[in-house]
């Protein structure tokens, strides 16, 4: 059984930073990119960034380019975004997510196969 835990999520003023992490179980991380994305009340899911299987390629969503930084360790099953200047509208329920295929990237939530149950992030002004 595949499962991802997400972790690190927490309250913290605006211009602080936060780290989560994502554990995959049940399989290897190895060949496909994991993705996060992040859910505002009453939204659909909103791409975040994701980060291809060797960690050479990564993309991120206008909304957090050159704040936030995705990094992987395939060795630990295990991706990090490094959230940096949080802004209040940041907050949100963030998940991480495998891609269904391998040796691609994609922003698309429906190519991603298997989420985390998520972790809350809410920056105060």
């Known amino acids: 059984q595949v499962q991802l835990v997400e972790s690190g999520g927490g309250s913290v003023q605006a211009g602080g930073s936060l780290t989560l992490s994502c554990v995959v179980s049940g399989r290897t991380i190895r060949t496909n990119a994991v993705a996060w994305f992040r859910q505002y009340p009453g939204q659909d899911r909103e791409f975040v960034g994701t980060?291809?299987?060797?960690?050479?390629?990564?993309y991120y969503a206008d909304s957090v380019k050159g704040r936030f930084a995705l990094s992987r360790d395939n060795a630990k099953n295990t991706v990090w975004l490094q959230m940096n200047s949080l802004k209040p509208e940041d907050t949100a329920l963030y998940y991480c997510?495998?891609?269904?295929?391998?040796?691609?990237?994609?922003?698309?939530?429906?190519?991603?196969?298997?989420w985390g149950r998520g972790t809350q992030v809410t920056v105060s002004s």
């Open positions: 980060i291809n299987w060797s960690g050479g390629s990564v």
């Open positions: 997510a495998l891609d269904r295929q391998y040796g691609r990237v994609a922003v698309d939530s429906a190519e991603y196969i298997y």
